[in-house]
């Protein structure tokens, strides 16, 4: 099988590499990882740095490729802020409070994850997780979902793949672009990653430090596991479907210690090529400019 292509139209994937960050060495809420966002095509070379942490900042990852290929969205911590950066390393700015945050198909709104105080009986309050959806201006703030993390929207625009919903707090879920529930797809799945054709989702599920890709139908059929070694430490790793919709873009280990490659899959996990051009020890987060996607009126 060769490379990935995007019928000769060249493809970018960008990458999110963490390493750990020795100025939070003690910190209470655990180890920080300090991240750089690169840009390098599909077919390993063009690598280029765009921004990366400062020292009192707790990781920046989870990128995603506006359609046009000429802005990324990430996030610096699970808690902190996204920022959007122009694709020559340029124009960097902050957009809104949030984490995972995914382009609209039409390039003019960003969904994102972004932490909430849910109430609870006897005065309790419960932290949790829920979507927004934000103009890619920075403004019309709109929440979606009461829970719900790590969206990605289908190819038509029409439907949001969430990992977790109120129906099923782990789970695979869909909800239309309004915020509407519509199903649950797998009552375990983290991280959806739609294919360019809409048919099909990809996801991570599995046990801790055995997490493996997984591939279901959009109708939530025919759910299957990619004999793929990834073995993640958690579910929160961004998975990319490349342009034609043949490989699967991952970062293999995310274990300590482990150099964390950018591998691909093909869909049947027997073929898997690794991207030599970099390493994204301690860290996970790819995402593939999706050229297959274009402007709606």
């Known amino acids: 099988m060769g490379l990935p292509g995007s019928g000769g139209v060249p493809s970018m994937l ?3 590499r963490w390493g750990l960050n020795p100025t939070t ?3 209470p809420l655990g180890d920080c990882f300090r991240g750089t966002i ?3 095509r599909g077919d390993g070379t063009g690598l280029r740095k765009l921004a990366s942490d400062s020292t009192n900042m707790c990781g920046v990852g989870w990128p995603s490729v506006s359609p046009d290929g000429r802005t990324i969205a990430f996030a610096t911590g699970a808690d902190g802020d996204i920022y959007l ?3 020559d390393g340029r124009n960097k700015r902050r957009l809104v409070t949030g984490s995972y945050p995914t382009w609209s198909p039409d390039g003019r709104r960003i969904a994102y994850s972004a932490a909430v105080a849910v109430p609870l009986a006897e005065g309790k309050v419960y932290g949790g997780y829920a979507l927004f959806v934000v103009g890619a201006d920075g403004r019309r703030v709109r929440r979606l979902s009461r829970h719900g993390i790590a969206p990605d929207w289908s190819p ?3 439907t949001i793949a969430s990992w977790g919903c109120q129906a099923a ?3 695979l879920c869909l909800l239309n672009a309004g915020g509407i529930y519509q199903r649950v797809l797998s009552r375990h799945g983290g ?4 294919s360019p054709d809409g048919k099909k989702i990809a996801y991570l599920s599995g046990p801790q430090y055995g997490v493996g890709i997984h591939v279901i139908n959009a109708d939530g059929s025919k759910p299957r596991l990619l004999p793929t070694p990834v073995f993640y ?4 790793c961004k998975l990319a479907w490349s342009p034609d919709g043949k490989w699967i873009a991952y970062t293999s280990g995310g274990m300590a210690g482990d150099s964390g490659e950018i591998s691909l899959s093909s869909l049947d996990g027997h073929h898997i090529k690794k991207l030599p051009t970099i390493a994204a020890q301690n860290g996970c987060g790819v995402n593939w400019q999706t050229t297959r996607r274009t402007i709606h009126g």
């Open 14 to 16: 960008a990458v999110a």
């Open 85 to 87: 950066i122009g694709s």
């Open 156 to 158: 038509d625009g029409k």
């Open 191 to 194: 991280t959806p990653s739609w």
């Open 233 to 236: 430490k958690n579910w929160d």
């Open 169 to 171: 707090p782990q789970g």
């Open 38 to 40: 690169y840009t390098v």
């Open 25 to 27: 060495a003690g910190n």
